[in-house]
C-alpha cells in the first residue's frame, strides 16, 4: 500500500459543489374507499439528467440504482414497465386505481429502433429481469409474448409508433410475495431504512385484499421546451388494507394500524416528500388528525379532487412527539360513490371439455356520452379461438367495430391477438363473445397442476373516458356564465385503462399414467399376436385319436371292475 | 411326412430368430439411441499431459569494452539454453532461452547515449515476450556502485560485469560466467518456477515450499476473459454527510491509463455506485486512548458479507466484479481507523479481501469545522483515494510486486502504473494458467461424456470442443515458439470454448433417464416375445446334440 499515510483528511477546500443532475422524489396517497376500505398508494420517483441512448455509456450512478441502468444501456431500452400484483382491483367497489394493473406479472417494453433482433433481445432481457425481481419471467417465451398494435403506446417522449419494438407479455399465474418486494425495496435510494419505504413492512403488506408493485422506467422532458430529456425511474406500490373486516368493527385507521410503523423523517436524500389524504368526502364522513392547513386540489381521473398535503420534509409535521401517526376516523358509513364510467368483466362459458366461450362485458355508465374504447385480448394458443364466432352487441343489436387487428395463433408458437375499436353507446352494456375449442396438449407440456386449470392473462382495455367534472351539468353554478356555455375541452376526457379478470379455463387433462398403460398394453396386444403366429408357424401338427367321451369313460370302468371287456 | 413336418417347423423358428436379429435388434438400436457427436479424444487425452514449453527470446548486447572485436566475432548467433522442471508428477515444464547476439548496435550506443537509460531510445523496441540485456563493462558510471542489474520500465536491462571477469578472458569463460546472471534477470522480468506453479495451483498439490506464491496466487483473481470493476460510495449517513466524488475523473485519471495498459490480458468495464444506509457488519470498538472507533483485524472478516447484499450483481454480464468501496463512517462513529494484527494502526486506513475487493474508510470529521451544520458538503479527495484503490488492482489482476534479488535496481513504473516487463509477467502466467483451465475443462468433459452414455452429444458441442482443442493447441505451440502475444489470445479463445461446451444446457436433456424406467418399458414387448424364440432355439441345439450322439 502505498497510499499517502495520512490520517486525517484535509480540511474541506471551498469548492462550488456540482449541482447533481439526478433527483429523488417521495409521496403517499391515502383513498378511504366508500366500501371501507383503504387505500394506500406509494410512489417515488427518481430523475435523471443522463442519455442511455445513442451508445452512450452510462457507468456512474448515483441515486438511480446500478442494476436497472445497467439493463437499460445494455438491452437498449426504450421504455420498461413492470408490475407484480397480487389481487384483483374491484373497480365497482373501489373506483379507478391510480396506476391499474392486472392480477398476476405483467410486462410490456419498448425498445429502441437500434435493436435488430427484438426477440432475443426480449428473451434475454426477461431473463435478466426475473434475476433481479426473484419472479419467474423468465417464462415469458414467444407463447406469450404478443405485439399490440394499438394498444401500449409508450408514455414518455420519443414518436417511435412502430410496433416491432414493442413486446407485451403477462404472466397470471404468478404469485407475489416477500421475495419480490425485498429486491423492489432495493432500488430505493434510502432503501427501507428512512422516508415513507419505512411503511413498507412485508407481514403487514401481504396481508391485504390487494397489492400492486411496479417499476416504470422511460425518458421525459426535463423542461418546458424539451431541450434536455432525463429518465425517469418511477416506483409504485399499492396496496388496500380491509381494515373494518379485520376484526375491530370500528371504523378507525392510522398509519400504525395499516403498516405498524409511523413516520419520524424524510428520506433526507428526497427533494420532497409528502403525504397526501384524499378528504374530498370530509368533514361528512371522516375526520383527520392530526389536522394539516395545507390543502391541495387536482385532477385526478376526471374528477376534482382536494388532499390534505403532510410535508415530511417540514420539522413541524412531526410535531412534539417527533413522529407522525396519522387518524382517520369515519364518522358514518352512509355515502354514495361515484360509479366508474368504465367498468368491465369476463367469463367463459359453454360446458364440456371441448368448446366453450369467452365473454367480455364492457360498461359504459356514462349517462349521455359515448367513447370509444381498444380492447386487447392476448390467448393461449390450445384455446383456438373461432374468430368467425367473433360478435360484439350492444344493447341488443350487432356494434360493428370500427378497426380489428388479428393475429391468429400459431400451436407452441405464439398466441392469438385480438384488438378491437369498439364504440361504447351511453348507459350500455357492450358484449364481446367468442367461441374456442380447446386443445389436447402433448404430455410434457401440462402444468405440474393441470386440474386447475390454466390462465388466460387478462383483457386490456384503453380509453379516453370522458370527465366527470366535464358530466357535472351543476358546474355552472360556481363559474362565471361567460367561461361556461362550451364545454372546458381540457378537462373533457382522460386517459384510463382496466384490466378484467384473469380467466381459469379447464383443458382436457389425461391421465398421466396413461402413456405406461398404452405402451403395456400394445404390447401385450403384439405379444399375443405374435406368439399365435409363432406357434402356427413352428408347431407341427400330427392327426390324434379323439379320446373317448366322458361317459363311455365312466361305463369302461365300471366293466373294468365287473371284469367285462371294455367298450 | 412326420419328419419333414418338423423340420419345417424348426426352419421356421430358425427364420424369425434370423429376422428378429438381422432386422429388428438392429432397428430398436438405432431408433432408441442418443445422438453423440464424435470429439477428438485422442487429442484431448494427449493435452491432458500438459506439457509445457516456455520460451522467452533474450537478446544479448555487448556494449564496447566488455569483449574484444575478435571476441565479438567469434560469439555464436544463437545458444539454446534449456532448462527442465517437472512439477507435481506428469507436468513437465521446459524452460527454453534462446540468446542471440547482437552485432550491429552495441559500440554506437553507448557511446552517443551515455547518460541516457536504455528505454529513452527507440532501439529498445522488442516485441512482446522479449528481453534484451546490455552487458556493460565493470568500469562503467552508468550504475550506481552497488547496483549490478539495472531493470528498466520497458523489456531492457542493463548487466554489469563481475569484477573477476577482465577483457582478457576468454569468451567462453564470459559466456558460462553471463549465463547464470542473464537466468535471474529472466526470472525477475519474465516468469520463474514460482510463478508458473502459482499459475497451475489448480492442478498443483500444495507444498510448503511454493507457499508465498500459492498466497499470491489466490489473492489475485482468476484468469477471466473480462473484468468488472465497481466503485462503491458507502454513505451510511446522509443525514450527516452531502458526499461528493468525481468519479468520472479519477477513473479517468488514475485507474484508465492501467487498464489501457492491460487490455491484452482483459477487457475491463468500470461503472460506480453511491449507496445510502449501508452499515458494516461490525460495530467498532472506541478506543478512548485515541478518542477515535477502531476495526480489529480479526473482525475485518466480517464487514463484507452484510454490504454485499446491497452491492447487487452486474445485470449485464457474467464476468467477475472485482468492488472497491470507500466507506464514510457515520457522524456518530467518526473517525473510524482500522488496526493491524499487531494493534498498529494500518496507515491507508484500507484492506483487501482476496478474489473480492478492497475497502477503504475515509474519514471526514476534519471537514466539521468548530461548528458543524449539518449536512455538511464534503469533496473527496480522490487523489488520495484512487492511490490506495490502484494498489489494490495491482494485487487482485496479479500484477505482482515481488521484492527484486539483493544488486538489483527496478526503475520506477511510470504514469501507466505498470512497466512493460510486469505486463509481460502477467501475460506469460496467465497465458500458463488459461491453458491449464481450458484442459482441465476440456478433459472433464470428455470423462463426463464417456462415463455417462445418456448425454446427448449435438454438433455444437463437438464443435466448441474441437475448436477449444485447436485453440489450446496453437496456444501451446505458440508458448514454445515464444510468441506471448498470439498465445495468450489462443489461450483465452480456448477457455471460452471449453466453458461453452461444458455448460451448455443441452448436455442435461437426457442426463436423469433411468435404467429401470427402460426396461419397465421394454419388458412387456420383449419377454414375450424372446422367450418363444430361445426355447425353440434351445429345443433345436439340444436334439441336434442328441442326434450327433446317436
Known sequence: HYAAAQKQAEPAVLQPTPQPKDDFQEELVVRPLHSGDIYASFQFRTLWETDFMRGNKVSHYRLFPKSLGQVISKFSVRELHISFTQGYWRTMQWGQPYLPSPPGAELWVWFQDSVTDVDATWKELTNVLSGIFCASLNFIDSTNTVQPSASFKPLGIGNVTDHRFLRYATLPREIVCTENLTPWKKLLPCGSKAGLAVLLKSEKLFHSSFHSQAVHIRPVCQDWQCKTTSWELRQTLNVVFDLHNSGQGKREWSLFKMFSRTLTEACPLASSSKIYIDITDNPEQFELSPATSLLSQAMVLGDRRTFSVYDLTQQDTFGSVRSLNLLIRWKSTEGDMLRPLLHAERYVAGYGLQTGEIHTLMYNHHPYRSFPVLLLDSVPWYLRLYIHTLTVTSKGKDNKPSYIHYQPSKDRVRPHLLEMLVQLPPNSVTEVTVQFERALLKWTEYTPDPNHGFYVGSSVISSLVPSTVAMDTNSTRERPLFSSFFPCKEESSYFVRVYTEPLLVNLPTPDFSMPYNVICLTCTVVAVGYGSLYNLLTRSFQIEEPSPGLAKRIANVIRKMRGVPPL | ?550
Not at chain 2, 484492506?351 to 476534519?366: A, C, E, K, L, Q
Not at chain 2, 492511490?387 to 527496478?410: E, H, I, K, N, W
Open chain 2, 1 to 550: 411326412m412326420f419328419l419333414s413336418e418338423r423340420r419345417r417347423g424348426q426352419l421356421a423358428a430358425l427364420s424369425i430368430a434370423a429376422v428378429v436379429i438381422i432386422v429388428g435388434v438392429p432397428l430398436w438400436w438405432r431408433t432408441t439411441e442418443t445422438y453423440r457427436a464424435w470429439l477428438p479424444v485422442s487429442q484431448i487425452k494427449e493435452l491432458a499431459k500438459l506439457q509445457l514449453q516456455l520460451s522467452a527470446d533474450v537478446e544479448v548486447v555487448f556494449a564496447r569494452g566488455t569483449v574484444t572485436p575478435e571476441q565479438q566475432k567469434k560469439v555464436p548467433l544463437t545458444q539454446t539454453q534449456e532448462e527442465e522442471r517437472a512439477i507435481d508428477g506428469d507436468l513437465i515444464i521446459l524452460f527454453l532461452i534462446l540468446l542471440i547476439r547482437n552485432t550491429k548496435l552495441e559500440s554506437k550506443f553507448f557511446s552517443c547515449h551515455v547518460l541516457f537509460l536504455p528505454e529513452d531510445t527507440a532501439l529498445s523496441e522488442s516485441p512482446c515476450g522479449s528481453l534484451v540485456v546490455y552487458v556493460i563493462p565493470e568500469s562503467s558510471s552508468l550504475l550506481p556502485e552497488d547496483v549490478n542489474v539495472y531493470i528498466g520500465q520497458r523489456r531492457t536491462a542493463l548487466l554489469r560485469i563481475g569484477p573477476q571477469m577482465r577483457v582478457g578472458k576468454t569468451l567462453e569463460q564470459l559466456l558460462a560466467h553471463l549465463e547464470p546472471r542473464i537466468k535471474q534477470v529472466l526470472q525477475v522480468m519474465s516468469f520463474s518456477h514460482n510463478d508458473i506453479t502459482a499459475a497451475l495451483s489448480d492442478r498443483v498439490r500444495f507444498s510448503p515450499d511454493n507457499k508465498e506464491s500459492i498466497a499470491d496466487s489466490m489473492r489475485a483473481f482468476k484468469s477471466s476473459p473480462g473484468y468488472e470493476i465497481t466503485f462503491s460510495l458507502l454513505n451510511p449517513d446522509p443525514k450527516s454527510h452531502r458526499l461528493h466524488w468525481d468519479i468520472e475523473g479519477a477513473v479517468q485519471t488514475y485507474i484508465q491509463p492501467l487498464l489501457t495498459k492491460l487490455s491484452p490480458v482483459a477487457n475491463f468495464s468500470i461503472d460506480s455506485q453511491t449507496l445510502y444506509y449501508t452499515m458494516l457488519g461490525v460495530n467498532p470498538r472506541f478506543d478512548t486512548s485515541r478518542s477515535a472507533y477502531t476495526l480489529n483485524a480479526d473482525s475485518l472478516a466480517h464487514v463484507i458479507n452484510p454490504v454485499e447484499a446491497r452491492l447487487g450483481s452486474n445485470a449485464a454480464s457474467s464476468n467477475p466484479v472485482l468492488n472497491f468501496l470507500l466507506y464514510v463512517p457515520d457522524a456518530q462513529h467518526s473517525p473510524l481507523y482500522i488496526q493491524g494484527r499487531k494493534k498498529q494502526e494500518v496507515p491507508s486506513n484500507a484492506f483487501h479481501s482476496p478474489r473480492w475487493g478492497g475497502i477503504m474508510v475515509y474519514n471526514v470529521n476534519g471537514f466539521y469545522g468548530s461548528e458543524p451544520e449539518f449536512p455538511v458538503d464534503i469533496n473527496i479527495d480522490m487523489a488520495k483515494v484512487m492511490g490506495v484503490f490502484l494498489a489494490q488492482l495491482r494485487l487482485l489482476l496479479g500484477v505482482q510486486s515481488s521484492t527484486p534479488p539483493p544488486g538489483f535496481l527496478v526503475a520506477r513504473c511510470g504514469s501507466t502504473g505498470l512497466a512493460d516487463w510486469e505486463l509481460d509477467r502477467l501475460m506469460w502466467s496467465r497465458s500458463v494458467e488459461n491453458v491449464a483451465t481450458a484442459t482441465t475443462t476440456i478433459t472433464s468433459l470428455a470423462q463426463l461424456l464417456d462415463q455417462i452414455g445418456n448425454i446427448v452429444i449435438n454438433d455444437n458441442i463437438a464443435q466448441q470442443v474441437s475448436s477449444a482443442v485447436t485453440s489450446l493447441q496453437l496456444a501451446v505451440a505458440e508458448l514454445e515458439a515464444g510468441n506471448l502475444g498470439f498465445a495468450l489470445q489462443y489461450s483465452k479463445e480456448a477457455i471460452l470454448a471449453s466453458e461453452k461446451a461444458f455448460f451448455d444446457p443441452s448436455l442435461l436433456h437426457l442426463l436423469y433417464f433411468p435404467d429401470d424406467q427402460k426396461f419397465a418399458i421394454y419388458i412387456p414387448l420383449f419377454l414375450p416375445m424372446c422367450v418363444p424364440i430361445l426355447l425353440s432355439l434351445l429345443k433345436i441345439v439340444s436334439e441336434a446334440r442328441q442326434r450327433l450322439e446317436c
